[in-house]
C-alpha cells in the first residue's frame, strides 16, 4: 500500500524563524508531488508542484524540494509569520498522472507572534 | 477564474436522507476528482472523471455512494440514504494540463 508520511504532526515556533516540514513516500515512482495548504474550515490552496523530473521548485518564501530515491520531500518556509499558521498537507500522484493524489495526514504549524 | 466551485458548503441531514453535492470545476480542466477528509482517515479519493467519464471509482465506500458528471462544468456526488458515518468534509476538485490539482472550499457534511 501506498502512504504517505508527515513528520512532526504538529510544530510551533516563533515569528520569524526559517523552518522545515518533511514528507515521506513509500514508492519512489512518483508522477509528481504536490504541497498545500488548509486553514481551518477552509479548501486546499495549492503552494507548490514538483514533477518527477525536477529536484525543486520555489514561491516567494516557500522552496520545496523532491529526493525520489531517498522517498522524501521537504518544504522550507523562510521568515514565517503568523499568517503562515495553518495545516501543510503533502501529496504523492502516482502512476501514469491521470490517478488522484495520496495525502499524507499533514503538520500543524503555529507561528507565534 | 472563481476556482472550483461547490455546494452547499454546509449540510445537516438525518440519516435515511438523501444527500446530493455539487461541483462546478475550472473551466478547461479536463479532469475531476471527489475526495472526503476526516479526522481519522485523512483525505481520501473516492472517484475521479475524465472528459465527464467515470475512470476510477474505488475508493467509493459503498454502493450508497455515486456519481455523475453530465457535462464538463458540472458533477454531483449522491449518497443515499445517508448514515452518520458519512458525516465528513467533501472536496472537489479538477486539474490541469500539468496535473496540478486545484481543490474547492468542500461541503461540510453531518449526518444525525
Known amino acids: 500500500k501506498q502512504e504517505v508520511t508527515q513528520i512532526p504532526a504538529a510544530l510551533s515556533v516563533p515569528e520569524g524563524e526559517n523552518l522545515v516540514l518533511n514528507c515521506s513516500f513509500t514508492?519512489?515512482?512518483?508522477?509528481?508531488l504536490q504541497w498545500f495548504r488548509q486553514d481551518p474550515g477552509k479548501g486546499l490552496t495549492s503552494l507548490l508542484l514538483?514533477?518527477?523530473?525536477?529536484r525543486e521548485q520555489t514561491s516567494g518564501r516557500l522552496n520545496a524540494s523532491l529526493d525520489k530515491s531517498s522517498g522524501r520531500s521537504t518544504l522550507y518556509i523562510a521568515a514565517s509569520q503568523p499568517g503562515d499558521s495553518a495545516t501543510y498537507l503533502c501529496?504523492?500522484?502516482?502512476?501514469?498522472?491521470?490517478?488522484?493524489?495520496?495525502f499524507g495526514k499533514g503538520t500543524h504549524l503555529i507561528i507565534q507572534p | 477564474d472563481a476556482g472550483v466551485i461547490q455546494s452547499p458548503r454546509h449540510e445537516v441531514t438525518e440519516m435515511g436522507q438523501e444527500v446530493t453535492l455539487r461541483c462546478k470545476p475550472i473551466?478547461?480542466?479536463?479532469?475531476l476528482f471527489w475526495y472526503r477528509q476526516t479526522m481519522m482517515r485523512g483525505l481520501e479519493l473516492l472517484i475521479y472523471?475524465?472528459?465527464?467519464?467515470?475512470?476510477?471509482d474505488s475508493g467509493m465506500p459503498e454502493d450508497r455512494f455515486s456519481a455523475k458528471m453530465p457535462n464538463a462544468s458540472f458533477s454531483t456526488l449522491k449518497i443515499q440514504p445517508s448514515e452518520p458515518r458519512d458525516s465528513a468534509v467533501y472536496f472537489c476538485?479538477?486539474?490541469?494540463?500539468?496535473?496540478?490539482?486545484?481543490f474547492g472550499p468542500g461541503t461540510r457534511l453531518t449526518v444525525l
Open positions: 501529496a504523492v500522484k502516482y502512476g501514469g498522472g491521470a490517478d488522484g493524489l495520496t
Open positions: 514508492d519512489s515512482a512518483i508522477y509528481n
Open positions: 514538483i514533477q518527477s523530473s525536477q
Open positions: 473551466s478547461g480542466h479536463d479532469y
Open positions: 472523471f475524465n472528459n465527464n467519464v467515470p475512470i476510477d
Open positions: 476538485a479538477s486539474m490541469n494540463f500539468y496535473n496540478e490539482q486545484f
